[in-house]
């Protein structure tokens, strides 16, 4: 069973810059960053594949979120710049318990979830 403890939410304004950390007590072969805003379904950001490094993100995101992965630090992060107030949401760190060909940006797919930080960005 993975254990995954998210934190680094908050409230910035627009333009501005957080980091968010989810720790983890063994890495799975996928580790993902999900958000949920209210009223809406959970919504895939990034992925990172553990056994090569490679990553994938949400169209949305694309060139202003970077994840990233310390193993010494068993912790994934999320690197969010240049906020919009759309970003605002709850944000989970999750893991994968099977291998499945590849990390997709597909709530389904993961199975072991962090009770979530939030992220509010006004505007």
């Known amino acids: 069973q993975v254990q995954l403890v998210e934190s680094g939410g908050g409230s910035v304004q627009a333009g501005g810059s957080l980091r968010l950390s989810c720790k983890y007590s063994?890495?799975?072969?996928?580790m993902g960053w999900f958000r949920q805003a209210p009223g809406k379904e959970r919504e895939g950001v990034a992925t990172?594949?553990?056994?090569?490094?490679?990553?994938r993100y949400a169209d949305s995101v694309k060139g202003r979120f970077t994840i990233s992965l310390d193993n010494a630090e068993k912790t994934v992060y999320l690197q969010m710049n240049s906020l919009k107030p759309e970003d605002t949401a709850m944000y989970y760190c999750?893991?994968?318990?099977?291998?499945?060909?590849?990390?997709?940006?597909?709530?389904?797919?993961?199975?072991?979830w962090g009770q979530g930080t939030q992220v509010t960005v006004s505007s």
């Open positions: 990172f594949y553990t056994g090569g490094g490679a990553s």
């Open positions: 063994y890495s799975s072969h996928c």
């Open positions: 999750a893991a994968d318990g099977t291998y499945k060909g590849g990390c997709w940006l597909v709530r389904d797919e993961y199975d072991y």
